[in-house]
């Protein structure tokens, strides 16, 4: 999902997308199976602009938004000091940032199905991007080689240890 923001009031419909209420409890139990459901889920969920829906509106309430804030910004910057040498991007965050992920270009080639694998769970932005005839090499080269290295908040300093372990192990 994502939010939208509009100086002007829009008349939209309640969004009606399926609810991933089984996803929340396999996330703790089976990542695996978790990500292929979530890939599975993901592809029924339409772009198209409408409201929250009262399942979403009910769990944003009781979400910690300073609490995650923090910790999202604690893991990008641990991936951050322990990936740095090794990522082309140069990237770093201003104070008023929450980032998504750690944008993660790998001077060396790595394999996203091995560190799938490894349980590395690594979402692909921009599919379709690489499908493109001509043109947008550096757009293609983020969609294929760039890895978006998870931070949020159910993550601790300790899983970005074993996350920079995986991408560069010793």
Avoid at 17 to 40: D, G, H, R, S
Avoid at 148 to 158: A, G
Wanted: net charge positive; glycine share 2%; hydrophobic share 30%.
């Amino acid at each position: 999902g994502s939010y939208l923001w509009s100086p002007q009031k829009l008349d939209t419909p309640t969004g009606n997308q399926p609810t991933p209420i089984n996803f929340l409890k396999l996330k703790e139990t089976n990542p695996k199976k978790a990500f292929v459901y979530y890939k599975k889920y993901e592809a029924r969920i339409t772009c198209k602009v409408a409201k929250a829906s009262l399942h979403s509106k009910q769990t944003l309430e009781t979400l910690n938004l300073r609490k995650i804030k923090r910790q999202r910004i604690n893991n990008f910057k641990t991936l951050h000091k322990l990936l740095k040498t090794q990522n082309r991007f140069r990237i770093g965050i201003h104070s008023n940032e929450v980032p998504l992920c750690y944008p993660f270009w790998p001077k060396k080639k790595q394999s996203r199905d091995e560190l799938i694998a490894k349980g590395l769970y690594l979402p692909k932005y921009w599919q379709e991007v690489e499908t493109r005839a001509k043109g947008y090499l550096f757009e293609k080269t983020i969609a294929k080689d760039w890895l978006f290295l998870p931070i949020d908040q159910r993550y601790s300093q300790k899983d970005m240890t074993r996350i920079a372990e995986l991408i560069n192990p010793s």
